[in-house]
Structure formats: structure tokens, C-alpha cells
């Protein structure tokens, strides 16, 4: 404790030096909190995602591509009618007098709402005009024989009943040389999903009700004041609508201004409930001595010192660390207590507190250094939250330091809300078993924590803007959205060229596409196009092509000049190069685009599914590749490996910290005991309440890691010779204080924010717990030095979690459909396959790993199996039938050789519960809960059960089939499920020629407390 001592003394000096010098630190740091806030109010926090991603990045590199394209800054406005249909109604007016009023919009570039211009003859001699850039020309079309054959299929196809109105498509194409591009135009519609009626020119929805209309914007989605200002110009055109239509807006800008709205009212929220809570705190815990309210008050001048600093360090600073502010002030109170505690009840305060203030500098030291390791992610948020957290700690260290002593005053006498408890130091064997038993409850029951690392939670757009997105796809899309693959060049032909390229690559994959440059091919490729074109023209062939058209025309009474059209549109865009068509124009812009920095990107579409976006990105690891549900999921696993790689360097720091300042192992575990008390007992809290582990956990979990060594510190070094009857005192309201910063972010919209509050709660109560009652029970159990074989046991219990997890479900059709859903289903499961798959037996704290390959015969209803270990030695051969083994064999001289019998026995009635009656019988009664079909079937045949079958998704598949003993009610007259006997999760199906196969695969088997683990590697189907 040497070094102790020193630090003491050291202490001891700049405490005198405040005191001589408190009116010119008061002051200063006067002045320092007016510039602080002039410099925030002068500050635009935002809330931009790309801020939450590490940097460089594949998520990172296609969210900033999102941001800084104009390809993505839409905005779709759609039209209702309130009654009637389109046709016949006012609402085309409208919509064109809503494009006209929109011209003088300053934010609005362009507006769509045609689907084909109101002149197809006119846009067919462009696309004609166009075409030798498109194509080069067959070559069977300059062959005589192909100009008398096309004319007599024009001339048949004249006579038809159907040709009527067709006369000026044959006039304008009549050897069929843009129908390619047509297909090009429906191969776009595919793709996209995009679904409109054809009828009309405009862009109407099939019902005929409601229509849009796509406008282009300069605001970019992640400018939350810029989207703010371009919805209230966009309101004020939409109001002049007359009554019988309404409109609405769908735009990623309501997200921005969504998310703006709600953690500024939480940021109003925070701080109303933390100048209640705290205040209401230090009334109750010190009996309305209103210089305690001193405490709180300098943590708030360190935080907006350092926002303001954070201003002037950072490019943006994000609203979300501005909401964690309550929770990093509850942490920083906790110095003050402990200041408090030692001035005002000493006749000596200088001198304690410089006893005492070893203790508290060594906690802020570790906290300020587990927030320092943040820096060092390549997360910007968590750098930003590392800065203003570790730095707003450590400067309310010194501010208690240097200005708390001579605000709080004379001594007085502390009253005592709750005194020491005596049980842990009378009965410390007692309590050293209960919280044994409590770690090992809730170690036990971390295998029910369930994650949610979707970094879409940190979106917490208003319900009401997400169901008006979830209508627009009903109406205007037929299919998902596609999938992007984003190419960039410093030059338009230089983009084209990339894209064509990448095109050829990803058809000669066998993958559905959309290109750009399908329509519009790269300069070189429209030159040598236009080349042969001009070489047909110039050698007279394409006049002789005409003139033998004119003759054959002639002997079917077809005037001179009825293929005119065609042929002077083609010369005319050989002769002079035509612009795209109108028609292909809207397409082409919207998929290429010119960044602000000059930077051009075209965008490929295909289908958004797992297998066409990891054969893309496989294909083009450097490109970004937008989709719907990969681009988040991308995003979820690189900032959550961050995050997870900040916690370990967390938890190694805070033990490093530790060790140095106590010098001791033994000393050193004792103080981590809070952290794992507080780590441990909040997932079981997790786990109990069924609340998924999210991002913000995980930050909330380092932030907990930090504080609750704190206490640890202070009680094992109040225990080791420096006892004194306030630190009980003070820590319980700094437990309590730190709780109700927690408790200021629950009450909270934002679910991110929520998520760390309950973390904080839940976490804080157990390390307090631990502090108060552990710690001194562990301290008179026995000496220190020979406490490390039990303190081990309770810091190195491991946890179980789930191996998988269940994606998100449509929800499942009417229970009006169920039986004809249930009679097709069973038409859609197989019969006779093979299984090849990975098991992990867990039995307690053993887990046993093997490969297997079954063959599943539902037909003859049997199973064979036989298991192999990684390495391939062979270790069980089974074989059964109605659940029973008919014969088995063993690896000899193990440890199960004593109960082969028992155990085939058991893992063939398992393997038959997995793989049998994944459907209930018929004539069952289906009941809807939570958007899930369950069914309950009762068995009284040999060993009365209630099988619980709980199907999800559409088309509806079973997910889950548990089974409980019967029991009677208290009433005896009817029955209810009882004691749990196994419980079978299907997380994943595969479908394989029409047929759906159960995948990933988790028994749980509640009568011998074991569990099988399955991830089936491949399927084969047999007869």
C-alpha cells in the first residue's frame, strides 16, 4: 500500500491548495460551462446509423454509399381516392396538377407518376431511333427471303380479329427488333416486384384505388433537419387536394425525422426524471440538506463541459450519447457520495478524504479506462461514448475534489436510512451458500437468454409510418424488393462499362438480373453498334432491305409507304445518334446517379434471397451490396463484434486495475465479485423476462462492468483495515442514485435506451447485493489468502445459450384456412430421406460432439442412425421402429457400457419425436395466439400427455412441439397441462423438391435434463 500512501498525501496538498483557491475555481469552471454551452447550442446532434458502423467496413461502405447517392434520396407519394375507382375520376388531374405545383419546390428535382407516355406511336419511333446503339443488326435481317417472310406474317396477321389497333406497332417494328428491349422492360418488373395496372398511363395499384407518384430529391435520408423542412413543403402542396382524396407520404426522411422527435422528447425525458429521482434521492437519504443537492449538480457541469468539448473533437455528435447522459451523471454521483460521506461527518474532512480518496480515484480510474478502451473501437458511436463518458467521470472526480469540500460546509451528523446488515458477518456461512445457489440458478437459467443483436432497433420510427410502408407493398409491389449491387467509377461511361461486365458475370451464374445497361449499354458498346449499323446504310444494303419490303408489301396490297416509319426512324438514328427513349428514361436515371462528390454509381437489381445476395458478394467482395434483410443483418454482426471485442478488453482491464491497486490476488477476486454478481444475475434477469440482449445491453453491460468494480473497491478496501460506518451508507445511494439513472432512460420510446436502463437496473441491484451482503460474508468465512478455490467456483460458472435462433414470421393465415393449409402441408412433408448432420449432446456441464447419418422411413415408420466423432471412428449403430430399438450397438469399454440398452432406448424415442408426427392429427381444433396457430392433442392411450404443437409463418410450419403430463385442475373436473416432459424447436426448414425438411433442431428432454443440438449439413431424398 505504498503507493497508497503516497497518492494520499499527494491528495492531502491539492485539497488544501482548493480550499485557498475555491473562488477562482469556481470561476473558471463558471466560465468553462457558459462556453460549453454556447458551443452545444450552436451544435446539430444527429442520429445518423453510419455513425453506430465500424469504419471501413463492407456495411459501413455501402450505408455511406446510401447516404451520399441521390439514388436513395426518394420519396413516394401516394394517392387514396376515398371513393370510386381511377378511371373516371379527378384524380390524373390532380396528379398532374400536384407535378406542376411541385416544379417550384427547391428540394424536389424530378417527379415520375406515367407509366408510358400518353403517345406510344411517338415513343415507338424513338425506341426505334434508338435501337442501332442498343444492337447490332442480325444478321438474317438484309436476306431477301426474310423480307418476303416478314411481310406475310404481317400480312396474316392483319387478317386476325385481334389486329385491330396493332397496324402502327407492325408499321414501326415490323421485323420485331425492340421486342429484346421489351423483355428487358419485363425482366425490370420481375426483378423489382413492382406491380402496376397497364391500362393506364399513370402508376395505379390493382385495385384501381390508389396511385403514386416518385419524386426525387437533394435532401439526403440521414439529414434530419433538411427532411424535416422537405416534408412540411410536400404537406402544404399535398393539402390543396381536394376531400375526396388524401395522400400519403412514405420516404426514409419520416425515419430521420421520426427518430429526431423521439430522442429529443427522451432527452426531455431524461432530464426531467433525473432532476426528480436524484432530487428526491438526496431529500430521503439526507433529510432535506440541500447542500447535498451539490452532488448532482457538479456531474451535470462536468457533462456539458465535455458535450461542449465533444463539439469541437468530433464531426457529428449523435443524440443517443446525449441520452445515456443521466446514466453517465448516476455513475459520477457516486464520488460525491463518498465525499460527502467523508466531509460532513469528520472533524478532520480534509485529512479522511484524503484517506478515503484513494479508494474513489482508483474507481474512477478503472470506470474513466473502460470507457477509454472505447476509443479505441473503430465504431465512431462508441468512441464519441467512451470520450464523453470517461471524460465526464474523471472531471467529476476532480470537481468533487476540488469544489464539493467547500460547498458542503461544516460537519453535521449523516442520518442513517438503512444501517450495515449484521447477518452476513454473524451468519457468513449461511449467505456464502445462498449466493452460491443463486450463481448456480442463474447460470442454469441463462440457457433461456434469447438476442437480438438487429441493429434496426436503434430506428425507432413511429409505428404508424411503418404500417403505412407495409400497405404501400401491398399495393404496389407483387414481390420483395430486390437487391442492389452498387458499381462506381469516376466517370457515367466508365460506371456503364463496370456494369455491363458485371452483368455478363452474373448471367453466366445463372442469376436473375436487372442492368442498367441493358437499356443503356456504355459509349464504346453504342459506337460499334452504331457502326455496322452505318456500314449497312452506307453500302446500300439496308435499301435494298426496303426495297424488297416495299415489293413484297406490294403483292399483299399494302401500300409503298406502309414501313416508312420503321425505316426513317432507323436512318434517322444512324444519321444523327437519338437520346433514350422516354420510355427507358425514368428506369436508367433512377439506377445511375452522381454522388456529391462527383462519384458515379449504377445499380444492378436481383432477387434479395440469402443464396443470389452471398453469390454477389462472394462475386464482388469490394462492391456494396444493398439488401432488405442481409445489408442489417451485415450490419448487426460487425458492430456487435466490436462490441463484443470492447467488453473482453473491458473485462481484462478492470481486473488489471484491480490487481494493481490491492497488490493481491485473493483481494482482487473479492473486488470482482460485484461485476460477476452484476453480469450473471442481470442475464438470468434477461432470461426470467424473456427481454432479448440487444446492442445497447451489451454497451449498458460494459458501463456495469465499470461501475460495479467500484463497489467491489470501496467495500473490499473498507473491509482491509479502513472501516468506517458511512461506507455502507454511501454505497447503497450510490447503488440507488446509479439505479435511478438507469430508471430516467426505462421510462424512455427509444427501445435502444430502454434496453440499458433495464441492464443498469438489473445489474446494479446485484452488485450492490453482492457489496453489502457477499463480500463481508466471504471476508469472516475465512482469511483472503485462502478464499480463491470458492471465489473461483462463483466467477467461473459458465452459461448455455441458444445455439440458434427464429427468424421473423409472417404471420400465419385465418384459423377459417387451417384445415385445408394442414391437408396441403401434409402433402409437403417427406417420407423417405437421409440426414447428414452435426450433434451436440449437452449433458449438465459435459457437452459431447458427433456426426450422424440417419435414414428416416415415415412409411415403415422406422429410424436408423449411426454416430460417428469428428475424427470418423464410429461410435453407435441404432435401428428402431415406432420408437422403439429393434437392435443396437456401442463403441465397447466406455462410460455408458453399463447402459446401452437405456440409453438406445431413449434416443430412439427422441429421434422419433423429432422426426415423426410433425403434424397433429386431423380433426384437431386450431386456436390463434400471437399471430401462431397452436394446437393441443391429449394422449390417454399409456402415460396421459398434452403434445402442444405451435406452428408460425405463412405458409405455416410447425416451430415448436412440446410435451406435458396431465393433471387435474384444483376443481378435478378437467385437465391441464402439468410437469413438462421434452420439448422439440424447429428453427429452420429446408424445401427440397416441393418437400420440407426439418433443419436446425434443438430437443430439450426435461425428465433426464439433457438436450440434442442438431444443424443438419444435407438432405437426401429417397424411395
Known amino acids: 500500500m505504498a503507493g497508497e500512501t503516497t497518492l494520499t ?33 450552436r451544435t446539430n446532434f444527429t442520429n445518423d446509423l453510419a455513425e453506430m458502423l465500424p469504419d471501413n467496413s463492407r456495411s ?102 385481334s389486329a385491330a389497333g396493332q397496324t402502327g406497332f407492325l408499321r414501326a417494328d415490323p421485323f420485331g427488333l425492340n421486342l429484346p428491349l421489351y423483355r428487358k422492360l419485363d425482366e425490370f418488373r420481375s426483378v423489382s416486384g413492382a406491380s402496376f395496372l397497364p391500362n393506364f398511363p399513370y402508376l395505379v395499384s390493382q385495385d384501381e384505388k390508389h396511385a403514386m407518384m416518385l419524386l426525387e430529391t437533394t435532401v439526403p435520408v440521414s439529414d434530419a433537419a433538411g427532411s424535416r423542412k422537405l416534408l412540411d413543403s410536400l404537406d402544404k402542396v399535398l393539402q390543396k387536394l381536394p376531400p375526396e382524396m388524401e395522400a400519403e407520404i412514405i ?119 473502460a470507457f477509454g478502451l472505447f476509443l479505441f473501437s473503430r465504431i465512431s458511436a462508441c468512441r464519441q461514448l467512451g470520450f464523453f463518458a470517461g471524460t465526464s467521470l474523471l472531471l467529476s472526480f476532480f470537481l468533487m475534489l476540488l469544489l464539493l469540500p467547500s460547498l458542503l460546509g461544516r460537519r453535521r451528523k449523516i442520518p442513517e436510512i438503512m444501517k450495515p446488515f449484521r447477518f452476513p458477518v454473524r451468519h457468513p456461512v449461511i449467505c456464502t451458500v445462498v449466493w452460491i445457489l443463486v450463481f448456480l440458478f442463474s447460470f442454469f437459467i441463462l440457457g433461456k437468454l434469447g438476442f437480438q443483436m438487429d441493429i434496426r432497433r436503434f430506428d425507432a420510427t413511429l409505428p404508424e409510418i411503418t404500417q403505412m410502408e407495409k400497405q404501400y407493398d401491398s399495393l404496389f409491389q407483387s414481390g420483395p424488393r430486390p437487391a442492389m449491387l452498387l458499381l462506381s467509377a469516376p466517370s457515367r461511361e466508365l460506371a456503364l462499362e463496370k456494369t455491363l461486365e458485371a452483368s455478363e458475370i452474373l448471367r453466366s451464374e445463372k442469376i436473375l438480373i436487372f442492368s442498367p445497361s ?208 458511512n461506507v455502507f451508507h454511501a454505497l447503497t445511494l450510490s447503488a440507488a442514485t446509479s439505479a435511478a439513472g438507469g430508471a430516467t432512460v426505462v421510462f424512455t420510446t427509444h427501445p435502444m435506451l430502454r434496453d440499458a436502463g433495464f441492464t443498469l437496473i438489473a445489474g446494479i441491484a446485484a452488485a450492490w447485493a453482492a457489496s453489502v451482503i457477499l463480500l463481508p460474508a466471504l471476508y469472516h468465512l475465512k482469511r483472503p489468502g485462502k478464499l480463491l478455490p470458492l471465489l473461483f467456483l462463483l466467477l467461473f460458472s459458465g452459461c448455455r445459450t441458444e445455439p440458434f435462433q427464429y427468424p421473423e414470421f409472417q404471420p400465419v393465415p385465418p384459423v377459417s384456412e387451417a384445415k385445408d393449409r394442414m391437408n396441403r402441408l401434409r402433402g409437403e412433408m417427406p417420407q423417405s430421406y437421409l440426414v447428414e448432420a452435426g450433434v451436440v449432446a449437452e449433458y449438465y456441464f459435459k457437452a459431447f460432439s458427433m456426426l450422424t447419418l440417419a435414414k428416416v422411413d415415415l412409411k415403415k415408420n422406422e429410424i436408423s442412425v449411426a454416430g460417428l466423432t469428428p475424427a470418423g471412428a464410429k461410435l453407435f449403430e441404432l435401428q428402431g421402429k415406432n420408437g422403439i430399438a429393434e437392435s443396437f450397438w456401442w463403441l465397447p469399454n466406455q462410460p455408458w457400457s453399463a447402459y446401452e440398452k437405456e440409453a438406445s432406448q431413449q434416443m430412439m424415442r427422441d429421434l422419433f419425436h423429432i422426426y415423426t408426427d410433425l403434424l397433429p392429427p386431423e380433426q384437431c381444433s386450431v386456436m390463434e395466439k400471437n399471430g401462431k396457430w397452436e394446437i393441443h392433442v391429449d394422449d390417454f392411450r399409456k402415460e396421459s ?54 433443419a436446425d433442431i434443438v430437443l430439450e428432454n426435461e425428465r433426464y435434463s439433457y438436450r440434442l443440438i442438431i444443424r443438419t449439413r444435407k438432405i437426401m431424398e429417397t424411395q
Open 9 to 41: 498525501k499527494r491528495i492531502f496538498a491539492v485539497l488544501a491548495m482548493a480550499a485557498r483557491y475555491r473562488l477562482f475555481l469556481r470561476l473558471f469552471f463558471l466560465a468553462l460551462l457558459g462556453l460549453s454551452i454556447f458551443l452545444i447550442v
Open 60 to 161: 459501413a461502405l455501402a450505408f455511406q454509399r446510401i447516404a451520399n447517392s441521390p439514388m436513395f434520396n426518394k420519396v413516394i407519394v401516394v394517392f387514396h381516392l376515398k371513393q370510386g375507382v381511377f378511371s373516371g375520376s379527378g384524380l390524373p388531374q390532380e396528379i398532374e396538377k400536384t407535378a406542376e405545383r411541385l416544379k417550384d419546390n427547391p428540394y424536389i428535382t424530378r417527379a415520375d407518376y406515367r407509366f408510358f407516355p400518353e403517345s406510344l406511336s411517338g415513343e415507338l419511333a424513338g425506341i426505334t431511333a434508338f435501337l442501332p446503339q442498343i444492337s447490332a443488326p442480325p444478321d438474317s435481317l438484309f436476306t431477301s427471303q426474310n423480307a418476303q417472310d416478314t411481310v406475310r406474317k404481317i400480312s396474316r396477321r392483319l387478317y386476325l380479329p
Open 251 to 369: 420516404s426514409g426522411h419520416l425515419h430521420a425525422v421520426s427518430n429526431e422527435t423521439i430522442l429529443k422528447k427522451d432527452i426531455g425525458t431524461v432530464g426531467i426524471m433525473s432532476v426528480i429521482l436524484f432530487s428526491l434521492l438526496f431529500v430521503l437519504f439526507y433529510r432535506c440538506d440541500f447542500r447535498s443537492l451539490a452532488i448532482p449538480v457538479l456531474p451535470v457541469l462536468a457533462s456539458l463541459i465535455v458535450l461542449g468539448a465533444m463539439t469541437l473533437i468530433f464531426r457529428e455528435c449523435l443524440f443517443f450519447i446525449v441520452g445515456m447522459g443521466g446514466v453517465v451523471i448516476s455513475l459520477a454521483v457516486d464520488y460525491g457520495i463518498h465525499t460527502y460521506a467523508a466531509v460532513r461527518s469528520s472533524r478532520s474532512p480534509c485529512r479522511k478524504l484524503a484517506r478515503l480518496a484513494p479508494a474513489i480515484f482508483a474507481g474512477a480510474v478503472t470506470s474513466a479506462l
Open 518 to 725: 441493358d437499356l443503356l449499354p456504355p459509349l464504346s458498346e453504342r459506337e460499334k453498334n452504331l457502326a455496322l449499323w452505318r456500314s449497312a446504310l452506307n453500302s446500300g444494303t439496308l435499301g435494298q432491305l426496303e426495297a424488297g419490303m416495299r415489293e413484297a408489301g406490294a403483292e399483299y396490297g399494302m401500300k409503298n409507304d406502309f414501313f416508312a416509319p420503321f425505316f426513317n426512324n432507323l436512318r434517322l438514328g444512324i444519321n444523327t445518334p437519338a437520346n433514350l427513349p422516354n420510355l427507358f428514361r425514368p428506369i436508367v436515371e433512377r439506377l445511375i446517379s452522381q454522388d456529391k462528390d462527383g462519384l458515379h454509381t449504377c445499380a444492378i437489381l436481383f432477387p434479395d434471397t440469402p443464396q443470389d445476395v452471398a453469390a454477389v458478394s462472394g462475386l464482388f467482395p469490394d462492391a456494396p451490396v444493398i439488401s432488405q434483410d442481409s445489408l442489417p443483418e451485415l450490419m448487426s454482426r460487425e458492430v456487435s463484434t466490436g462490441i463484443l471485442s470492447l467488453a473482453l478488453m473491458t473485462i481484462f482491464m478492470v481486473v488489471a486495475v484491480a490487481f494493481l491497486f490491492f497488490r493481491s490476488a485473493a483481494k482482487t477476486v473479492l473486488a470482482l465479485l460485484p461485476v460477476c454478481a452484476a453480469l450473471l444475475l442481470t442475464g438470468a434477469f434477461f432470461a426470467l423476462t424473456g427481454i432479448p440482449v440487444s446492442l445497447s445491453t451489451l454497451i449498458a453491460g460494459i458501463i456495469l462492468a465499470g461501475l460495479s468494480i467500484d463497489y467491489g473497491i470501496f467495500m473490499v478496501h473498507s473491509e482491509c483495515g479502513h472501516r468506517d460506518g
Open 945 to 998: 400427455t398434452r403434445t402442444e404443437y405451435l406452428f408460425a409463418g405463412n405458409p405455416p410450419l410447425p416451430v415448436r412441439k412440446k410435451c406435458h403430463k396431465l393433471a387435474l385442475t384444483w376443481f378435478g373436473k378437467r385437465f391441464c397441462a402439468g410437469t413438462l416432459l421434452w420439448q422439440i424447436s424447429y428453427y429452420r426448414y429446408i424445401l427440397q423438391n416441393g418437400k420440407w425438411y426439418p
